[in-house]
């Protein structure tokens, strides 16, 4: 086959009957003679055309590849939609495909020649230099004589259509409307549908869990659990992008847990990929607030303990204030020797404004100590001497730390004389 241009052309370029190829770009040499003939050139000068042309791409130099086509040649190249119908726009293609150091060869060919024109179209492949990857792509080359020389008149090159994607139309609001499928299902109450909303190959990194969720039972089984709290989602803000045969939308959603009334915003990003006629979840990705996030401070059951050392030197201080700067802000301290709650920073230095003057000091005899994010519990019983007369008294305390702007600070107090011994007094000596 070739263009209607090269057969208006096949008048004209009958005149010429040099026997001579020449390749193109002046920095190439002549190769080889066509045999010529009212049959046209042969098959193996044909394909060497193929050869002039791959050698001009090796140069580097766009013009010396575009000097490969004739005046009035066409171009649609295999990675642009434009077609190049002059030299310049030839060349401008060539100056970027030539970065990545094509050079290519014929797997698969098919000759046609006759006076004046010849045509090679098959399957070549090109090796790209500068990563080493391999390209197929099927081509057209219609060749004509143009002032004696052979030039490209017709040049089409696409990649293989087995290979294409055929991509499904989607829009934006189209997008966001597959969150609703999603959200629909949640309300159902059945993990299995809800997992059906996944694609076969999906990732779930979900809010509350850190293990990842590659396939469909263990996305069900993280909905086994998170549907018991029935929760319902609105997006707040987010963005989509769409490909082919993809979209994504990411943002900020809100769940009302219908379980309990509570409300939790996080963070999300959906990628949609179009499987089996159907647009499905292929990675999904909740995550909670950052900036709500408490990163633990950590502790040992050693320091722990040595929070009620801290706490017992500033007893030793006998000076109130010291002694209530070792509570939180919001602190709260139930004494031994006092009915009233102490619940502010007032309160709590007026009850140790009292009790110092007893001189206590104080040592643990047994306890157990519990730590989580940012809160450390130490409880047990402890043993008070007190200095102004030498008496020892024994009470049970709780301790509840908190890391409060820098420092572990006493949240919780609570302190209580022994039971047994209050409830259930000796009998006076006969």
Known sequence: MFTARAAKSLPVLRQYQSKQLYAAGSNLRPFFSFSGGDKGP?????????????NALATG?????????????????????????????????FDAFLKRKPQGVITDGYIRSGEGFAKDSGIYE????????????RYS??????????????????????????????????????FNLWNDALATGDSAKVAARYSKNAVLLPTVSDKPRNNN?????????????????????????????????????TF????????????????????????????????????????PEPVTKEQVRSFFNLWNDALATLDPKKVAARYAKDAVLLPTVSDIPRTSPDLIENYFEAFLQKKP????????????ANWAQDAGIYTFTMGNDGSKVQGRYSFIYVFEDGEWKISHHHSSVMPEAFLNPKAPAQ
């Open 61 to 93: 130099d766009s013009a010396t590849v575009a000097s490969c086509y004739a005046k009035d040649a066409v171009l649609l190249p295999t990675v642009s939609d434009t077609p190049r119908t002059s030299p310049a726009l030839i060349k401008d293609y």
């Open 126 to 137: 090109f090796t790209m230099g500068d990563t080493g990857d391999k390209v197929k792509a």
């Open 141 to 178: 080359f219609v060749y004509v004589k143009e002032d004696g020389k052979w030039k490209i008149l017709h040049h089409h090159s696409s990649v293989m259509p087995e290979g294409i994607t055929i991509g499904k139309k989607i829009e934006k609001d189209e997008v966001r409307s597959l």
């Open 361 to 372: 000091q104080g040592v643990i005899d047994s306890g157990n100590i519990k730590i989580g």
């Open 217 to 253: 039972d263990l996305i069900v089984d993280y909905f086994n659990n998170f549907l018991t709290l029935k929760p319902q989602g609105v997006i707040d803000s987010g963005d989509i992008l769409i490909g082919t045969n993809w979209a994504q939308d990411a943002g900020i959603y």
């Open 256 to 295: 009302t847990l219908g379980a309990n009334g509570k409300k939790v915003q996080a963070r999300y990003s959906f990628v949609y990929v179009y499987e089996d006629g159907e647009w499905k979840i292929s990675h999904h990705h909740s995550s909670m607030m950052p900036e709500k996030i408490v990163v």
């Open 42 to 54: 042969k098959d193996e000068e044909v394909r060497a055309l193929f050869s002039v042309w791959n």
